[in-house]
């Protein structure tokens, strides 16, 4: 063993002296280096031009997945030229003097690198022409989405207005339009829905009367004045009453009291508005065609169901019934409460107008006997006496229907009447 002084001596000594790397031989002195480099040049340089050659054939037809393809074996080819490029410099330094045999295989490189440059600018070009493509083919796909919205668009236009071809006819079989049968229950089913759209609307409305400070007493006597109420609760009968009146006005009418052209008024026509509608958001449609009779309907139901006066007070100010009477359907949840209304009561028009003969409306005035044949009490628990004179029409809450030989009651609130606790 060696003193402890002495190895570190050693080790000093050791740390001290640099490590030089077994040197490389140069490739100038090494023939089949030198012609291994050429031949993987030259192969790399042939497998250059078949990838050209690919990303040139790619673009007649025009194909985007062999293009990409293309491309990406175009840039791995000029990654390893790329590669024995910087191999050489690095163990090849440039010598002092250049032989003949030198100066030819420098020259043959530049050619090969100009090659390469070439090559370069032409994938760049094709890469260009790839993103413009690519950007027609996103400009086309969303030209025909658009069509498309505007072909359903106008497919439920045609269907609104009943103009039916044979075709749409089948397509609208398929999709599950005509799996319902026109019968006087199908029609009964929808009396009872609009009353109760009726009586939905009414209680929001009244709600806000209460919020902006009504005198909900006067409200219901200058509706229908004298009318006597067995329980102050009732009075909510004279605001479904106006919803109804003016609801109802015109419903005798084809039209509907609604002027506009080129309408058409079959039964077919009539029945295929009712399955149109029947499944769709209303303001969804009204989105789509807000000037289409349903919109002109809505309009103008909105302006004499709600009055001036009382949406300044809800709002505090008229911007929503401005905004309707410009033609618009405002997307306020008030709107759109009152435009499930609107629905129920357009679609028991065509659905009445579809039948053949036609259901026919009736009402019931102020101070008619009461007739259990014809009319029905919003009121169950009323005391009747035989011995006093029939009860009287106090408010007509719905209007009544003849369908074929059948009668729909109207629903109607007696006045004066008890009721049992």
Sequence with gaps: MLPSGAKDTQLRESNSQKVHPQPMEEMNQNPEAVEALISKIFTNISSLKSAYIQLQAAHTPYDPEKIQAADKLVISELKNLSELKHFYRENNPKPVCISPQDSRLAAEIQEQQSLLKTYEVMVKKFQSEIQNKDSEILQLQQLIEEANQKRAKLEKNLKLRGMYTKESEGSAVENGFFHVDLTPELFTSFVEATFKAIHDFSKPLINMMKAAGWDLDAAANSIEPNVVYAKRAHKKYAFESHICQQMFSGFQQETFGIKADDLTL???????????????DPLDMLGQNPDSIFGKFCRGKYLVVVHPKMEASFFGNLDQRNYVMGGGHPRTPFYQAFLKLAKSVWLLHRLANSFDPSV????????????????????????????EKKPEVGLMVMPGFWIGGSVIQSRVYLSGMKIAE
């Design 266 to 280: 079959t039964k077919e026509s009539f029945f295929n508005q009712f399955l149109a509608l029947r499944e769709m």
């Design 360 to 387: 026919k409306v009736f009402q019931v005035k102020r101070g008619s006997e009461f007739s259990e044949v014809y009319m029905d009490s919003v009121v169950k628990n009323l005391i009747m006496d035989e011995n």
